[in-house]
C-alpha cells in the first residue's frame, strides 16, 4: 500500500530547460510535503517543503505546487542544470509527535549538458 | 557541525551474523530514524526514536533491534543477519518535520 507515489523512475531533461516532477499521494491526513534530492554514495538532502494550508512555494529555482483536491504535487526546476542531475524523492507527514515520514519510491534525473 | 554521521560505511557480513550501526548526530535532535533503502522502493522506515530512551517501530521492523541510550546517538542492531537485509541503511534526525540524513551504510549480507 504505497500511499505516496512516483510514478516515473526517471526523466531526461536538456539543460536550460524546465524539469518537472511529479508525486502523488492517497493518504488525505497527510498535510506537509516535502522534496529531497540524493546524490550516489551519499544521504538525501532537504530541498523544498511545503505545508498543505498554501499551494505553492518558491526557492530559487525550484517552485512547489501542491493541489490537494487531486492529491497531487510536483516540484518545477527552472532552469535545470547538469548538477541537479540526482535522485529526487517527494515526502508526506502529517501532524504529529513523531515527525514520520513517508516516502515515495523516487524519479532519478538526468539534465543533459 | 558534523551533522550526521553513521558507521560504518561499508559492511559485509555472513548469514547469521550479528552486527550494530551506530548514528550519532550533533544537532542536539529530540527525533531520530533508521531507513532501508532498496531499488524501486523508496526509503522505508524500519525503527524511530522521539528522545533519549524511546523508541518504536516503523513500517519494516523485523530482524532489527534499535537502542537510543543518548540523545546523540541511535543505534541498529541486527541479530541474525539475513540475505534479505542487504541494503543501503541510512540515519536521520530532526527537529521538525525536515529531517537530516546521514551518508549511508553499504550492507551486504551472503
Not at chain 2, 57 to 64: A, L, R, S, T
Amino acid at each position: 500500500d504505497q500511499q505516496v507515489k512516483q510514478n516515473s523512475p526517471s526523466l531526461s531533461v536538456q539543460e536550460g530547460r524546465i524539469s518537472i516532477l511529479n508525486c502523488d499521494y492517497t493518504n488525505s491526513m497527510f498535510d506537509y510535503f516535502l522534496w529531497y534530492k540524493k546524490y550516489p554514495a551519499e544521504g538525501p538532502t532537504f530541498l523544498i517543503s511545503i505545508s498543505s494550508i498554501k499551494d505553492k512555494n518558491e526557492d530559487g529555482r525550484f517552485t512547489v505546487f501542491l493541489n490537494k483536491s487531486a492529491k497531487h504535487l510536483s516540484l518545477h526546476i527552472v532552469p535545470s542544470q547538469p548538477g541537479d542531475s540526482a535522485v529526487y524523492f517527494c515526502a508526506a507527514t502529517h501532524g504529529g509527535a513523531t515527525n514520520k515520514l513517508i516516502f515515495g519510491t523516487g524519479t532519478l534525473l538526468a539534465v543533459q549538458p | 557541525n558534523a551533522g550526521v554521521t553513521q558507521t560504518p560505511k561499508f559492511r559485509v557480513l555472513k548469514t547469521g551474523q550479528s552486527m550494530t550501526l551506530l548514528c550519532a548526530q550533533d544537532m542536539n535532535h529530540e527525533y531520530m530514524y533508521w531507513y532501508r533503502q532498496d531499488p524501486g522502493m523508496g526509503l522505508r522506515l524500519i525503527h524511530y526514536s522521539v528522545g533519549e530512551g524511546t523508541t518504536a517501530k516503523g513500517e519494516v521492523p523485523d530482524g532489527y533491534n534499535v537502542s537510543r541510550l543518548k540523545k546523540q546517538n541511535f543505534l541498529l542492531g541486527l541479530e541474525s543477519a539475513a540475505p534479505s537485509q542487504t541494503s543501503v541503511y541510512f540515519c536521520a534526525s530532526s527537529s521538525l518535520e525536515e529531517q537530516y540524513f546521514g551518508p549511508g551504510t553499504r550492507l551486504t549480507v551472503t
